[in-house]
């Protein structure tokens, strides 16, 4: 299968904090993406990295790729309740594909 | 600036009905367009995908079908619903750098 495994599950923290979501994938890629998703409403891309680039960053998010472990995650710093939310990666595969396969997602909650 | 339009937004279907859910989308010309199904609480289950006027291509075998008449209009169907096709469907079309622009989606319940 080439879908994406994304952990937590879920993840509860108190606004303020740090919130840190992994992926892991099992083919090559041509990038990944990162996007959210709100309760019962469409998604919302939030950040593309390149398979050339270790690290990305887009103001309080911080996305890392290590293609040699198959993996990246997803930081969201100083976390408000607005970013209660469901993450999910996306992955292009390296083989012509012409769709993004998405990961299980990861549903976070911010306490205020 | 592109958009992207959805409808039915909610739907509720016996068993054995048909089905059409319609996107269109402004503002671009061209575009690939996608199919996406949803499960409660679950990831996004690709579809279909199109990369122009009547090309479809299938991603899983069902009894949906699709079809792009128009170049930015794409519609999911079925002639006979399953209880399994209950779920919350998205479309989307695909940006220059591949990423992916999705409606608000219809949520589809079959009884």
């Known amino acids: 299968s080439q879908q994406g495994e994304e952990d937590p599950q879920a993840l509860s923290i108190q606004e303020g904090e740090n919130a840190t979501m992994n992926c892991s994938y099992k083919?090559?890629?041509?990038?990944l993406q990162w996007y959210r998703q709100n309760s019962g409403r469409g998604l919302v891309h939030l950040i593309l990295?390149?398979?050339?680039?270790r690290e990305k960053h887009s103001g309080r998010l911080r996305v890392t790729l290590d293609t040699s472990k198959k993996s990246s995650s997803l930081l969201i710093t100083a976390s408000r309740a607005a970013d209660t939310a469901s993450y999910f990666c996306?992955?292009?595969?390296?083989?012509?594909?012409?769709?993004?396969?998405f990961g299980s997602g990861t549903r976070l909650q911010v306490q205020p | 600036s592109q958009t992207i339009h959805q409808w039915p937004a909610t739907l509720v279907q016996p068993v054995g009905s048909p089905l059409s859910l319609e996107c269109t989308v402004e503002?671009?010309?061209?575009?690939?367009l996608y199919w996406y199904r949803q499960a409660a609480g679950r990831g996004l289950q690709l579809l279909f995908y199109?990369?122009?006027?009547?090309?479809i291509s299938s991603e899983v075998p069902q009894n949906l079908s699709a079809s792009r008449p128009q170049d930015r209009q794409f519609i999911l169907s079925s002639k006979k619903l399953l209880l399994s096709d209950s779920g919350f469907y998205l479309c989307?079309?695909?940006?220059?750098?591949?990423?992916?622009?999705f409606g608000e989606g219809s949520r589809l319940t079959v009884l």
């Open positions: 083919t090559s890629i041509n990038n």
């Open positions: 990295i390149r398979s050339n680039e």
């Open positions: 996306a992955f292009r595969g390296g083989t012509g594909r012409r769709a993004l396969t």
């Open positions: 503002g671009t010309s061209n575009p690939n």
């Open positions: 199109s990369v122009g006027i009547g090309q």
């Open positions: 989307a079309w695909a940006g220059e750098a591949g990423e992916l622009f």
